[in-house]
């Protein structure tokens, strides 16, 4: 599939399946623990400074954002997960909210569940990668801001992080840095692959 990235949009933001997009275009959503870097990691993709909202200050985006690329697939950032200062009813719609996507979005090709790679999962993270590995998701598990570690440490990293997960080694395992622009190319031959 050939994509022009430059053709890429916000197209709506959604709370319910009642506001998805109704067509069968291919997704791919975004997961991973508020502030890991998901839309950074989709703006990398898209050579774009701020298409997906970036900041500092987690637990930002609140609803699914359906990004359309190209009229050809769609990238969806998921609210993140793990922030300590939302309430535990917000948490618990957070939850439906993700939950109805995943488990019943027939548009839906593959998750990249995005990690720190400096640290241990977490164990959201460990759920989450448990979750998408029960309803046989397919995932690309990246991990990211590799720029914060020394390259010779990386191959630790990696092990430690997929241990943690009980990693299948199916699953695509990318490194990732939005700041050095490592990983581009990997993820977006992963992602072709899946749509
Ligand atoms: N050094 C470094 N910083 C990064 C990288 N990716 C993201 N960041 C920074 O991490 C912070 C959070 O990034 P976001 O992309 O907003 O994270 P998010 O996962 O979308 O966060 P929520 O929307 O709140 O769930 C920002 O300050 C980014 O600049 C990376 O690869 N390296
Ligand atoms: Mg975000």
């Known amino acids: ?27 791919i959503a975004l997961a991973g623990r508020s502030n890991v870097g998901k839309s950074s990691f989709i703006n990398s993709l ?9 900041s500092g200050k987690p637990g930002k985006t609140q609803l699914l954002n359906f990004f ?22 917000e948490r618990a719609k957070w ?3 993700i939950e109805e996507y995943l488990t019943n979005r027939e548009n839906l090709r593959a998750v990249v569940s995005l990690v720190d790679l400096r640290h241990d999962p977490s164990a959201d993270d460990v759920q989450m990668y448990e979750f998408l590995k029960y309803y046989e998701i397919p995932v690309i598990l990246v991990a990211t801001k590799a ?7 990386w191959n630790k990293h990696e092990s430690a992080i997929k241990k943690k997960l009980d990693f299948d080694k199916n699953d695509d395992f990318i490194i990732f840095s939005a700041v050095d622009k490592i990983g ?6 992963a992602i072709l692959d899946k749509v």
């Open 95 to 97: 939850g439906r909210m």
């Open 184 to 189: 581009l190319d990997q993820s977006w031959q």
């Open 46 to 54: 898209l050579n774009r400074k701020n298409l997906a909202r970036t």
């Open 1 to 27: 599939m050939e994509i022009n990235i430059h053709n890429a949009e916000i197209l709506l933001s959604a709370a319910n399946k009642s506001h998805y997009p109704q067509d069968d275009l291919p997704e």
């Open 147 to 153: 720029d914060k570690i020394p390259r010779g440490k």
């Open 68 to 89: 359309n690329i190209d009229d050809k697939l769609r990238f969806v950032d998921v609210p993140g997960y793990g922030y300590a200062k939302v309430s535990k009813s």
